[in-house]
């Protein structure tokens, strides 16, 4: 099953997904198309009209441009996901966490898809990291 990770760019969630036998949907992978594309000039830093209009089914014209281009690649990803796993409360070097107005985007997204999502805590020790591990191992297993 294809499970969307959240933050999207978490190397941690990316592992744990692949190791019990699913396809994490991160940033990493979307971005690697756009690098190996060769129809933008200076990757990621340029955005395509497609991108563009990509972000709007998402998002409406009136919301940031940062939110709308994350959503361009990050909304796609939601779309094609069969369940997700939602990192709460991460410290700002987890992950993407920049922008609070694109997460609770994400999440709506996800809760308004109707698929199984795992909201967890980020971990802040070790035994809270094991408990983790075991909740994600339980909830992957489950997704069949």
Request: glycine share 8%; aromatic share 8%; charged share 25%.
């Amino acid at each position: 099953m294809k499970v969307f990770i959240d933050p999207p760019n978490s190397l941690i969630l990316f592992d744990i997904v692949e190791r019990f036998g699913h396809e994490p949907l991160s940033t990493m992978a979307a971005l690697q198309e756009r690098v190996n594309s060769m129809e933008i000039d200076m990757p990621p830093m340029n955005v395509t009209l497609d991108d563009v209009i990509r972000g709007l089914k998402y998002a409406g014209i009136e919301v940031p441009s940062g939110i709308r281009g994350r959503l361009a690649v990050w909304g796609p990803m939601i779309d094609e996901a069969d369940a997700a796993i939602v990192m709460e409360e991460a410290p700002f070097a987890f992950g993407c966490v920049g922008c609070e107005r694109t997460n609770v985007m994400v999440k709506y997204l996800l809760k308004r898809k109707g698929i199984p999502i795992l909201f967890a805590k980020y971990p802040e020790d070790g035994d809270e990291a094991r408990r983790f591990v075991a909740r994600a191992r339980e909830f992957l297993e489950g997704l069949g």
